[in-house]
């Protein structure tokens, strides 16, 4: 049986549950946890009631951390909201501590799958949650920048007409202020994005793909639906073994730490980390990034 257990169902965590349940996923079992008992409760009812018209039958209940015993996926987007005017890496102290509280009851449970992490900064509760599981590193995956890279590839659609399936581009580093677009790498439709665009118009969309979590903040007051899609498009690439590549926020044993690459994810999570090849500008770019994340862990 295939097992999600979710917690924390907030903005990111309904969009998730909303989103599995919208698409053809081999999900038997979604367990809620949340401080909050009774928005839980409301919120199983709320997708139990979609079940008539889903594409798949899911039984979405109310659980604790017992039921992460034999889940295959823990799913954790609990944690404070990233405010208007506030950086990601602001959230770290009142995160770090909620996650502390989180881990330790989940491992107690004899849980022995695998880790999604969607809750900011990142890079560094990916961190956290390898180190406080004690779980091999293929088996703690954070969502790293793979909404970065879908807010790119869907800039890069609109500026030249080519579905976003077939564009071939990553957001790297840090899910923060310091990613960056590796542009030496892009390809659109099999040719050089610099064949395509100016200088110009890609300085253009890298800051817009940095500032959009800033600018959706600032509008609604919290991103959802896209983080929501990335964490079901890393489910199904488990629990179908698809093997696909998405960049995700993972553990990097030369420089100790978890930060975005491109990766190989399948059933037992990170299968490969994939190393791109860089220019100069660009590895100088990447190892600002570690450092950044390295300085926040310690």
Not at 67 to 80: E, S
Not at 138 to 149: F, N
Not at 194 to 223: C, F, H, M, P, W
């Amino acid at each position: 049986m295939n097992k999600i257990v979710l917690v924390g169902c907030g903005n990111v965590g309904m969009a998730y549950a909303y989103a599995l349940v919208n698409q053809k996923v081999y999900v038997d079992e979604l367990v809620l946890i949340d401080i909050n008992k009774d928005k839980c409760e409301g919120e199983a009812m709320d997708l139990n009631h979609c079940m008539a018209y889903s594409p798949s039958k899911i039984n979405v209940r109310v659980g604790s951390y017992e039921d992460c015993k034999d889940a295959k996926i823990v799913v954790i987007a609990a944690g404070a909201n990233q405010a208007p005017g506030e950086s990601r890496m602001d959230l770290i102290e009142k995160n770090s501590k909620i996650f502390s509280s989180i881990i330790d009851p989940i491992m107690a449970s004899g849980f022995n799958g695998i880790f999604i992490v969607a809750t900011n900064p990142l890079d560094v509760m990916t961190y956290q949650t390898l180190k406080y599981s004690k779980l091999p590193p293929r088996k703690v995956i954070g969502s790293g920048t793979t909404l970065d890279t879908s807010r790119l590839r869907f800039m890069l659609s609109e500026k030249t007409g080519v579905n976003p399936k077939n564009i071939e581009a990553y957001v790297i580093g840090e899910h923060g202020d310091s990613e960056f677009i590796p542009w030496s790498n892009v390809n659109i439709a099999y040719k050089k994005v610099s064949d395509i665009l100016s200088i110009d118009e890609l300085n253009q969309i890298e800051e817009e793909v940095r500032t959009s979590a800033y600018t959706i903040i600032d509008k609604k007051g919290a991103t959802a639906y896209g983080i929501g899609m990335c964490l079901v498009m890393i489910t199904s690439a488990i629990l179908e073994d698809q093997n696909i590549v998405l960049p995700v926020s993972s553990w990097d044993d030369e420089n100790e730490l978890c930060i975005s690459t491109p990766a190989i994810i399948g059933k037992h999570g990170v299968k490969e980390k994939i190393f791109i090849p860089l220019s100069e500008e660009e590895k100088e770019k990447l190892i600002n990034s570690m450092k950044i994340i390295k300085t926040a862990i310690k």
